[in-house]
């Protein structure tokens, strides 16, 4: 009943935007170029903070269920 979750449309998803800034990073403007470093940035905390945030919920769903057992 319990499956395990497919990433597979996430990996593809992650790949095909680094492949795009990975492009966008040999444009000829100069603001275009400047942008991918700061979009590479962006997305690496946002990676970061849905981590955090898996790690908050599973504590919490750990505190929840030793309080439901007690």
Same mark, same amino acid.
């Given at each position: 009943?319990?499956?395990?979750? #497919?990433?597979?449309? #996430? $990996? $593809?998803? #992650?790949?095909?935007?680094?492949?795009?800034? &990975? &492009?966008? /990073? /040999?444009? *000829? #403007?100069?603001?275009?170029?400047?942008?991918?470093?700061?979009? %590479?940035?962006?997305?690496?905390?946002?990676?970061? %903070?849905?981590?955090?945030?898996? *790690?908050?919920?599973?504590? +919490?769903?750990?505190?929840? +269920?030793?309080?439901?057992?007690?």
């Amino acid at each position: 009943m319990f499956f395990k979750e #497919d990433h597979t449309y #996430d $990996i $593809i998803r #992650d790949r095909s935007v680094q492949q795009w800034l &990975e &492009e966008m /990073s /040999s444009h *000829e #403007d100069l603001a275009v170029r400047g942008g991918v470093k700061v979009t %590479q940035d962006y997305i690496n905390d946002l990676k970061k %903070q849905i981590e955090r945030l898996k *790690e908050t919920n599973e504590l +919490k769903n750990q505190y929840l +269920k030793q309080l439901k057992n007690r």
